[in-house]
């Protein structure tokens, strides 16, 4: 877009503030981690969040979107029942075997769509995981093809999903920053049903005992509003996790860790720990700044042989950034429209584009749209138009 706009200098905006960089550091030995703000979507801290590896459980977070996803199209109900096939009862029987998370489903079992989601949240049953991929498309190898669509479609772009459960096999791999967006738009899409992650436990007729969730995160800070934990022989242990606090939220991705803690209570303990230290630290060395409201005028642009000699142009959303406190910066926001404008602009119709850039380089872009339409002037406005440009 930049190539064809003339560009123009907002020098009344050029602002000290800070801005989101790594010479501020965290230290963590995961392989692999992410932080992220839901209001805005910046990354706050990266290391090797590109890189695909095994996301154990917390693949379960793509089977639950895609689970809510058919719930909000109208497809599914939470009180619908659904029979557990013969495919999945075979998945429970060997997860009792092979020692994975399971709710004790078989084949035949009829099971509401609420207890299919809590089950997958809350005991990471992958047998439920299995009944779910089957009800929304059909079967499993065609869930996971929907699965990678729709990942792509919500901004995940390094992720490959092969099953439902997230049970390792070579080439089910996701990234931390794919998990992060991941985590995000489940706030975002489903805010009816985001309360799911943040259950502690629920009771099941195939247990004596309620399914208490691993996510020990909900007892250890009262910010904690959930998502999911993994662990795999092969991929370590792993966390992605949700935090509100004032009303800004973030998600904390970390996988590949090595516990040292002793036994799985505490080994669960040690990872919470870690993805608490990781939220504290964002919280306390970044803030959200709102530089422009939606709707709000930007800037006025020149308008060749219009009723109005200039449009207004705003963004359709507020303009607001994840800045780091301190070190503080000069930031600068510069408008690219296509000018001088022609008459005939409705309102709403993108004119140009806002972009906040430091040292040269671009943080982040937004649209720039008319206010409002602007009609083109009669015959003898354009000719004093004519006479007010030749002086």
Known sequence: MKNHFLKTALLTLTLSVAAVSQSYSFETTAKTA????????????????????????????????????????GQVTLDQEVVVSEHAGQKSLEMQREGG??????????????????????????????????????????????????????????SNIVNASGWPVPDHLMTSHDLAVLGMRLQKDFPDHFEYFSKKSF???????????RNKLLWLDKSATGLKTGHTTVGGYGMTASFDRGGRKLVAVMNGMTLEANGSARKNIERSKRLKEFA???????????????????????????????????TSEDIV???????????????????????????????????????????????????????????????????????
């Open 280 to 314: 504290d630290w964002g919280y306390a060395t970044t803030e959200n700044y709102k530089f422009f409201t939606a709707g709000q005028t930007v800037l006025e642009a020149p308008v060749w042989y219009g009723k109005k000699a200039t449009a207004e142009l705003t």
């Open 203 to 213: 009771e099941f007729k195939t247990s004596s005992a309620p399914f208490i969730n």
């Open 321 to 391: 950034l994840t800045l780091q406190k301190g070190g503080y910066k000069n930031v600068d926001f510069i408008a690219y429209y296509l000018g001088p404008i022609n008459a005939g602009v409705k309102k709403g119709e993108v004119i140009g584009e806002l972009s906040i850039e430091k040292e040269g380089k671009v943080l982040k872009t937004f649209d720039l749209v008319a206010k409002e339409d602007i009609k083109a002037a009669g015959i003898l406005g354009k000719f004093l138009n004519n006479i007010k440009n030749l002086f």
């Open 101 to 158: 998370s399971t709710m004790y489903l078989k084949a035949g079992d009829m099971v509401k769509v609420d207890e299919l989601l809590k089950g997958v949240i809350i005991a990471s049953a992958n047998e439920a995981c299995v009944v779910i991929a089957e009800l929304v498309s059909g079967s499993e190898e065609q869930f996971a093809i929907d699965a990678n669509k729709k990942a792509e479609e919500i901004g995940m772009t390094g």
């Open 34 to 73: 992410t932080l992220l703000d839901v209001q805005t979507g910046d990354i706050i801290y990266s290391k090797n969040s590109d890189t695909p590896l095994p996301p154990s459980s917390m693949s379960k977070l793509m089977t639950a979107y895609m689970l809510l996803d058919a719930i909000k199209d």
